[in-house]
Structure formats: C-alpha cells, structure tokens
C-alpha cells in the first residue's frame, strides 16, 4: 500500500512564495514519476510538473519560471517551490505518484493567492 502525505500550502498574498512537500511511503520502486496537479474550483484537474526518478522535469507552460519541482529519492518525497505567485494559482495542490501501471494520489493541500 503507497501513501501520499502533502503538507505546505496556506494563504498568501499574490508575488508570494510557497513551498509544498510531499512523502511517500510503502512499496515505493526506485524507478517512478512523482509530480503535482492542480484543481481550481469549477475547472478540471491539471497537469503542475512532473519529475521522473532519474532527474528529468516536465512543467506546464503557466508555471514555468516560477515554480520548480525537485525529489529527495532517499527519503521518496518531492516538493514544489512556487514564486511570483499569482491568484490564478489558487486550487487544490494535490501530489501524485506513478509506478507504472499504478497511480496514487495524495489528498490534496490548497494553496489560495490573495490580489
């Protein structure tokens, strides 16, 4: 059994930063994608960034340059660190982990950014 445990997000105010975290623990195989996604309220859940056990990155092209996703391996968790923040930002952060053919979910933090 994985589980996902996301902590970081809270209030801030638009040009702020945050920073998210995510642990995974169970049967985690070295080799994985971990990654963020992304739901504002009435709109579909969205790709974030992605980030594969080996290093390789993959950002949606409203966050590049300004937030950058990095992985501890030997602790099996990732993080988000968000800058320049900007309302349209405001969801629910939500980790994810792929082991293929499985996918997992964390419950999701939310991140609101105030104008």
């Known amino acids: 059994q994985v589980q996902l445990v996301e902590s970081g997000g809270g209030l801030v105010q638009a040009g702020g930063s945050l920073r998210l975290s995510c642990a995974a623990s169970?049967?985690?195989?070295?080799?994985?994608?971990m990654g963020w996604y992304r739901q504002a309220p009435g709109k579909q859940r969205e790709l974030v960034a992605t980030?594969?056990?080996?290093?390789?990155?993959n950002y949606a092209n409203s966050v590049k340059g300004r937030f950058t996703i990095s992985r501890d391996n030997a602790k099996n968790t990732v993080y988000l660190q968000m800058i320049s923040l900007q309302p349209e930002d405001t969801a629910v952060y939500y980790c994810?982990?792929?082991?293929?053919?499985?996918?997992?979910w964390g419950q999701g933090t939310q991140v609101t950014v105030s104008s």
């Open positions: 994810n982990l792929r082991i293929t053919p499985n996918t997992y």
């Open positions: 169970g049967s985690i195989f070295r080799i994985n994608v």
């Open positions: 980030i594969t056990s080996g290093g390789s990155t």
